[in-house]
T-cell receptor, first 112, second 113 residues
Protein backbone atom coordinates (compact mmCIF):
# COMPACT_ATOMS: atom_id res chain seq x y z
CA UNK A 1 0.00 0.00 0.00
CA UNK A 2 1.30 3.43 -0.94
CA UNK A 3 1.92 5.96 1.83
CA UNK A 4 -0.08 8.55 -0.12
CA UNK A 5 -3.17 7.70 -2.17
CA UNK A 6 -4.62 10.02 -4.79
CA UNK A 7 -7.36 9.41 -7.32
CA UNK A 8 -5.68 9.61 -10.73
CA UNK A 9 -8.76 10.89 -12.53
CA UNK A 10 -9.00 12.19 -15.16
CA UNK A 11 -11.45 14.71 -13.81
CA UNK A 12 -13.35 16.81 -16.34
CA UNK A 13 -15.35 19.87 -15.24
CA UNK A 14 -16.92 22.85 -17.01
CA UNK A 15 -15.41 26.29 -16.71
CA UNK A 16 -16.53 28.03 -13.52
CA UNK A 17 -17.05 24.83 -11.54
CA UNK A 18 -15.66 24.19 -8.08
CA UNK A 19 -13.07 21.44 -8.15
CA UNK A 20 -12.25 19.22 -5.20
CA UNK A 21 -9.03 17.20 -5.20
CA UNK A 22 -8.13 14.85 -2.38
CA UNK A 23 -5.38 12.70 -0.94
CA UNK A 24 -5.26 10.26 1.92
CA UNK A 25 -2.13 9.13 3.69
CA UNK A 26 -1.05 6.53 6.19
CA UNK A 27 2.10 7.97 7.78
CA UNK A 28 1.10 9.92 10.88
CA UNK A 29 4.57 11.52 11.00
CA UNK A 30 3.77 13.78 8.04
CA UNK A 31 3.66 17.39 9.23
CA UNK A 32 3.95 19.45 6.06
CA UNK A 33 1.46 19.22 3.22
CA UNK A 34 1.77 20.64 -0.25
CA UNK A 35 -0.09 20.82 -3.52
CA UNK A 36 1.85 21.07 -6.75
CA UNK A 37 0.54 21.73 -10.25
CA UNK A 38 2.25 20.18 -13.25
CA UNK A 39 1.58 21.18 -16.81
CA UNK A 40 2.48 18.86 -19.64
CA UNK A 41 6.24 18.75 -20.31
CA UNK A 42 6.96 20.96 -17.29
CA UNK A 43 8.20 20.39 -13.76
CA UNK A 44 5.81 20.64 -10.81
CA UNK A 45 5.20 24.13 -9.37
CA UNK A 46 4.16 24.73 -5.78
CA UNK A 47 0.58 25.96 -5.29
CA UNK A 48 -0.08 25.62 -1.59
CA UNK A 49 1.99 24.79 1.50
CA UNK A 50 0.37 23.95 4.85
CA UNK A 51 1.80 22.96 8.19
CA UNK A 52 -0.27 20.55 10.30
CA UNK A 53 -4.08 20.71 10.37
CA UNK A 54 -6.19 23.62 9.21
CA UNK A 55 -7.18 25.63 6.17
CA UNK A 56 -5.22 27.97 3.96
CA UNK A 57 -6.60 30.16 1.22
CA UNK A 58 -4.80 31.82 -1.68
CA UNK A 59 -6.97 33.45 -4.31
CA UNK A 60 -9.13 30.79 -5.93
CA UNK A 61 -7.31 27.98 -4.12
CA UNK A 62 -8.06 26.59 -0.65
CA UNK A 63 -6.08 23.81 0.98
CA UNK A 64 -7.46 21.81 3.89
CA UNK A 65 -5.63 19.37 6.13
CA UNK A 66 -7.34 17.02 8.56
CA UNK A 67 -4.62 15.12 10.37
CA UNK A 68 -7.08 13.17 12.50
CA UNK A 69 -8.52 11.60 9.34
CA UNK A 70 -5.19 11.66 7.45
CA UNK A 71 -6.94 13.49 4.63
CA UNK A 72 -6.02 16.60 2.66
CA UNK A 73 -7.96 18.51 0.04
CA UNK A 74 -7.46 21.24 -2.53
CA UNK A 75 -10.44 23.27 -3.69
CA UNK A 76 -10.35 25.38 -6.84
CA UNK A 77 -13.12 27.95 -7.20
CA UNK A 78 -14.25 29.40 -10.52
CA UNK A 79 -12.10 26.95 -12.43
CA UNK A 80 -10.54 28.14 -15.68
CA UNK A 81 -9.25 26.27 -18.75
CA UNK A 82 -5.76 27.37 -17.68
CA UNK A 83 -6.21 25.23 -14.55
CA UNK A 84 -6.09 22.12 -16.75
CA UNK A 85 -3.07 20.24 -15.45
CA UNK A 86 -2.05 17.39 -13.18
CA UNK A 87 -2.32 18.17 -9.48
CA UNK A 88 0.02 16.40 -7.10
CA UNK A 89 -0.25 16.27 -3.35
CA UNK A 90 3.02 15.95 -1.45
CA UNK A 91 3.91 15.41 2.18
CA UNK A 92 6.95 15.67 4.36
CA UNK A 93 7.95 14.87 7.91
CA UNK A 94 10.55 16.69 9.93
CA UNK A 95 12.87 13.72 10.23
CA UNK A 96 13.71 13.17 6.58
CA UNK A 97 15.21 16.45 5.41
CA UNK A 98 13.86 17.50 2.03
CA UNK A 99 12.28 14.19 1.03
CA UNK A 100 8.79 14.72 -0.34
CA UNK A 101 6.36 11.83 -0.67
CA UNK A 102 3.97 12.41 -3.55
CA UNK A 103 0.59 11.12 -4.57
CA UNK A 104 0.39 9.85 -8.14
CA UNK A 105 -1.43 12.98 -9.29
CA UNK A 106 -4.94 13.82 -10.52
CA UNK A 107 -5.33 14.97 -14.10
CA UNK A 108 -7.82 17.85 -14.35
CA UNK A 109 -9.46 19.08 -17.54
CA UNK A 110 -11.51 22.28 -17.42
CA UNK A 111 -13.67 22.61 -20.51
CA UNK A 112 -15.21 25.73 -22.07
CA UNK B 1 16.20 35.11 -10.92
CA UNK B 2 16.76 32.10 -13.18
CA UNK B 3 14.95 28.90 -12.28
CA UNK B 4 16.28 25.39 -11.92
CA UNK B 5 17.84 24.18 -15.15
CA UNK B 6 18.37 20.60 -16.22
CA UNK B 7 20.39 19.24 -19.08
CA UNK B 8 19.87 17.51 -21.35
CA UNK B 9 16.09 17.78 -21.71
CA UNK B 10 15.79 14.55 -23.69
CA UNK B 11 17.99 11.50 -23.84
CA UNK B 12 17.78 8.13 -25.57
CA UNK B 13 20.00 5.30 -24.41
CA UNK B 14 20.14 1.53 -24.82
CA UNK B 15 20.06 -1.12 -22.13
CA UNK B 16 23.36 -1.59 -20.35
CA UNK B 17 24.63 1.92 -21.02
CA UNK B 18 25.12 4.54 -18.37
CA UNK B 19 23.88 8.10 -18.28
CA UNK B 20 24.69 11.34 -16.44
CA UNK B 21 22.11 14.06 -15.90
CA UNK B 22 22.90 17.56 -14.73
CA UNK B 23 21.03 20.05 -12.56
CA UNK B 24 21.82 23.70 -11.83
CA UNK B 25 19.86 25.00 -8.83
CA UNK B 26 18.51 28.48 -8.32
CA UNK B 27 21.29 30.85 -7.31
CA UNK B 28 21.78 30.73 -3.55
CA UNK B 29 20.06 27.39 -3.10
CA UNK B 30 22.23 24.80 -1.41
CA UNK B 31 19.95 21.77 -1.36
CA UNK B 32 19.31 19.71 -4.48
CA UNK B 33 16.92 16.75 -4.58
CA UNK B 34 16.32 14.28 -7.39
CA UNK B 35 13.07 12.51 -8.22
CA UNK B 36 12.00 9.92 -10.75
CA UNK B 37 8.54 10.31 -12.31
CA UNK B 38 6.82 7.43 -14.11
CA UNK B 39 3.16 6.95 -15.06
CA UNK B 40 2.81 3.92 -12.81
CA UNK B 41 4.70 5.02 -9.68
CA UNK B 42 4.40 8.79 -9.88
CA UNK B 43 7.13 10.93 -8.35
CA UNK B 44 9.60 9.02 -6.23
CA UNK B 45 12.43 10.50 -4.21
CA UNK B 46 15.92 9.41 -5.25
CA UNK B 47 18.28 11.41 -3.03
CA UNK B 48 19.11 14.84 -1.68
CA UNK B 49 22.42 16.66 -1.53
CA UNK B 50 23.33 19.56 0.70
CA UNK B 51 26.77 21.14 0.86
CA UNK B 52 28.24 18.38 -1.31
CA UNK B 53 26.98 15.64 1.06
CA UNK B 54 24.16 13.20 0.51
CA UNK B 55 21.69 14.04 3.26
CA UNK B 56 18.88 11.64 2.44
CA UNK B 57 18.32 8.69 0.16
CA UNK B 58 15.27 6.95 -1.28
CA UNK B 59 14.72 3.27 -2.01
CA UNK B 60 16.52 2.90 -5.31
CA UNK B 61 19.27 0.44 -6.21
CA UNK B 62 22.93 1.39 -6.10
CA UNK B 63 22.93 1.88 -9.88
CA UNK B 64 21.52 5.30 -9.12
CA UNK B 65 24.08 7.67 -7.70
CA UNK B 66 24.65 11.37 -7.47
CA UNK B 67 26.99 14.08 -6.40
CA UNK B 68 27.01 17.78 -5.72
CA UNK B 69 29.74 20.25 -6.50
CA UNK B 70 30.95 23.22 -4.47
CA UNK B 71 28.80 25.57 -6.58
CA UNK B 72 25.72 23.47 -5.62
CA UNK B 73 25.31 22.08 -9.14
CA UNK B 74 24.42 18.41 -9.02
CA UNK B 75 24.69 15.40 -11.28
CA UNK B 76 23.01 12.05 -11.09
CA UNK B 77 24.30 8.93 -12.75
CA UNK B 78 22.49 5.73 -13.67
CA UNK B 79 24.67 2.79 -14.60
CA UNK B 80 23.71 -0.40 -16.43
CA UNK B 81 20.46 1.06 -17.70
CA UNK B 82 17.31 -1.06 -17.70
CA UNK B 83 14.10 -0.57 -19.69
CA UNK B 84 12.33 0.31 -16.45
CA UNK B 85 14.62 3.31 -15.94
CA UNK B 86 12.72 5.15 -18.68
CA UNK B 87 11.23 8.10 -16.86
CA UNK B 88 11.21 11.84 -16.32
CA UNK B 89 14.00 12.74 -13.91
CA UNK B 90 13.28 15.90 -11.96
CA UNK B 91 15.62 18.00 -9.93
CA UNK B 92 14.43 20.37 -7.21
CA UNK B 93 16.36 22.97 -5.28
CA UNK B 94 15.70 24.76 -2.02
CA UNK B 95 17.54 27.19 0.21
CA UNK B 96 18.71 24.95 3.01
CA UNK B 97 16.26 23.64 5.58
CA UNK B 98 13.75 20.87 5.01
CA UNK B 99 10.86 23.27 5.33
CA UNK B 100 12.02 25.51 2.52
CA UNK B 101 9.98 25.45 -0.66
CA UNK B 102 11.34 23.12 -3.31
CA UNK B 103 11.48 24.50 -6.83
CA UNK B 104 11.49 21.98 -9.63
CA UNK B 105 13.25 22.06 -12.96
CA UNK B 106 11.61 20.97 -16.22
CA UNK B 107 13.14 17.50 -16.01
CA UNK B 108 15.16 15.24 -18.27
CA UNK B 109 13.13 12.71 -20.25
CA UNK B 110 15.18 9.49 -20.41
CA UNK B 111 14.14 6.72 -22.80
CA UNK B 112 15.91 3.37 -22.57
CA UNK B 113 15.60 1.13 -25.63
Amino acid sequence: QKEVEQDPGPLSVPEGAIVSLNCTYSNSAFQYFMWYRQYSRKGPELLMYTYSSGNKEDGRFTAQVDKSSKYISLFIRDSQPSDSATYLCAMQNTGTASKLTFGTGTRLQVTL
Amino acid sequence: KAGVTQTPRYLIKTRGQQVTLSCSPISGHRSVSWYQQTPGQGLQFLFEYFSETQRNKGNFPGRFSGRQFSNSRSEMNVSTLELGDSALYLCASSLATHTDTQYFGPGTRLTVL
